[in-house]
């Protein structure tokens, strides 16, 4: 079983920056992605950056430049770092690991679902 907690979310002005934090727990098969997915109220879940165990990195066209996803494993940790912040990155964050399958984080970026999920932590931007 894994777990996933979420820290660093709160309120921030716009064009400043946050940094998502994901402490995760259990054992994670070696095939695996992991990512920060958001959802904000009327709107279907996004997802807005992902790793694989390759190596490769995915983020979702709004974000891209702007925000970075990095893993520290002797942490256990995962992070996300979200400069230039505008209203519209207002939502839900979720932290998320996927370990069922050879996992690549182009296609599993994409597909909205995953095995494991943090209860999520809010970023408001103003």
């Known amino acids: 079983h894994v777990q996933l907690v979420e820290s660093g979310g709160g309120s921030v002005q716009a064009l400043g920056s946050l940094r998502l934090s994901c402490v995760y727990s259990?054992?994670?098969?070696?095939?695996?992605?992991m990512g920060w997915f958001r959802q904000a109220p009327g709107k279907e879940r996004e997802g807005v950056a992902a790793?694989?165990?390759?190596?490769?990195?995915r983020y979702a066209d709004s974000v891209q430049g702007r925000f970075k996803i990095s893993q520290d494993n002797a942490k256990n940790s995962l992070y996300l770092q979200m400069n230039l912040l505008n209203p519209e990155d207002t939502a839900m964050y979720y932290c998320?690991?996927?370990?069922?399958?050879?996992?690549?984080?182009?296609?599993?970026?994409?597909?909205?679902?995953?095995?494991?999920w943090g209860r999520g932590t809010q970023v408001t931007v103003s």
């Open positions: 998320a690991v996927e370990d069922s399958y050879d996992c690549y984080a182009p296609s599993w970026l994409t597909r909205g679902d995953s095995r494991y």
């Open positions: 259990g054992y994670i098969d070696r095939t695996y992605c």
């Open positions: 790793l694989d165990y390759d190596g490769y990195s």
